[in-house]
């Protein structure tokens, strides 16, 4: 790949990155106006449904993320060693990966959590 190339390739897996994050904050705001507004007159049938569709959405948005990071770093490798530049792999690689994932645990169990609080106001 050229330069060039590689630089779109980042630039377009980023944009992707992003709109998939924009899409998670969308199912997830959805389901919590779900559960804010009609949440106490859900059936348990029901609850267990959209929570089982929020992970699987979740889930798979996650190894989205997941599949560009790892293409954006590799991608960001290539350019590098294109530069003359050393490669910083390893720790980067690491680091936006365990962000991803505590940010996905905040926010998928935050929202759960939510929908349990609304269903038992009790705890």
Excluded: C
Aim: proline share 2%.
């Amino acid at each position: 790949m050229t330069e060039y190339e590689l630089v779109d390739a980042i630039g377009t897996l980023n944009s992707n990155l992003v709109q998939g994050q924009a899409l998670t904050i969308s199912i997830l705001t959805a389901y919590m106006v779900v559960a804010y507004t009609t949440g106490k007159d859900l059936t348990q049938f029901q609850v267990v449904f959209i929570s089982i569709v929020l992970s699987i959405f979740g889930a798979l948005g996650f190894q989205s993320q997941l599949y560009h990071i790892d293409e954006i770093i590799n991608y960001s490798s290539q350019l590098f060693e294109m530069r003359g530049a050393e490669p910083t792999e390893g720790w980067v690689a690491s680091v936006a990966t365990w962000q991803l994932i505590a940010l996905r645990i905040f926010l998928f169990g935050g929202a759960l959590t939510f929908m349990w609080r609304i269903r038992h106001p009790k705890y």
